[in-house]
T-cell receptor, first 113, second 116 residues
Framework: DAGVIQSPRHEVTEMGQEVTLRCKPI?????LFWYRQTMMRGLELLIY????????DSGMPEDRFSAKMPNASFSTLKIQPSEPRDSAVYFC???????????FGSGTRLTVV | AQKVTQAQTEISVVEKEDVTLDCVYE???????LFWYKQPPSGELVFLIR??????QNEISGRYSWNFQKSTSSFNFTITASQVVDSAVYFC?????????????FGRGTQLTVWP
């Protein structure tokens, strides 16, 4: 298995632009998670899905952030419009429903200038 | 509520010293997994170990060992004969297998620096 695949690895964009981060979970995993890591706040859970359904999006910072999971093999995290304070590393992870096999992607380092 | 505490923010040791990273957790669930992850300077999160709440046996993998004690809600990680390549941030994490459907709770991490 190729593991959790995230793209792009690095993204530099200008303030106000739309940014879309992508994630392909491990086949057979039922849960998908989006995390954000910053020096100030550490690893924060933004949103997670079980069986493609969003379960808890209370960690999404504001309406500029949205996430979708149209099918079991693909998810996106979109920021529109982006702001410099959104600069962070964004991780996607997937697992079985009970947490077994929890695996992280390599992350997307986002820089908003 | 679920919570993971890593009280040590930073640890510095000299190569070949042994070092223990502490992790204390809180949960009301009786079934859960505990994890340790390593985050080297390159940034990825590397899985080190998963421990089921029903299995209190300590585990050893090469220079790494883990001490799980439910009585004190602790899951400590020891590196024996540390090496420079062990320098990284180490995260302890908890997954409840019941109430929160697999949501992972992280500690704030311990930055380990091993000096040559």
């Amino acid at each position: 298995d190729a593991g959790v695949i995230q793209s792009p690895r690095h993204e530099v964009t200008e303030m106000g632009q739309e940014v879309t981060l992508r994630c392909k979970p491990i086949s057979g995993h039922n849960s998908l998670f989006w995390y954000r890591q910053t020096m100030m706040r550490g690893l924060e859970l933004l949103i997670y899905f079980n069986n493609n359904v969003p379960i808890d999006d209370s960690g999404m910072p504001e309406d500029r952030f949205s996430a979708k999971m149209p099918n079991a093999s693909f998810s996106t995290l979109k920021i529109q419009p982006s702001e410099p304070r959104d600069s962070a590393v964004y991780f996607c992870a997937s697992s079985m429903l009970d947490g077994y096999g929890y695996t992280f992607g390599s992350g997307t380092r986002l820089t908003v200038v | 509520a679920q919570k993971v505490t890593q009280a040590q923010t930073e640890i510095s040791v000299v190569e070949k010293e042994d070092v223990t990273l502490d992790c204390v957790y809180e949960t009301r669930d009786t079934t859960y997994y505990l994890f340790w992850y390593k985050q080297p300077p390159s940034g990825e999160l590397v899985f080190l170990i998963r421990r089921n709440s029903f299995d209190e046996q300590n585990e050893i993998s090469g220079r790494y060992s883990w001490n799980f004690q439910k009585s004190t809600s602790s899951f400590n990680f020891t590196i024996t004969a540390s090496q420079v390549v062990d320098s990284a941030v180490y995260f302890c994490a908890l997954v409840d297998r019941g109430s929160t459907l697999g949501r992972l709770y992280f500690g704030r991490g311990t930055q380990l620096t091993v000096w040559p």
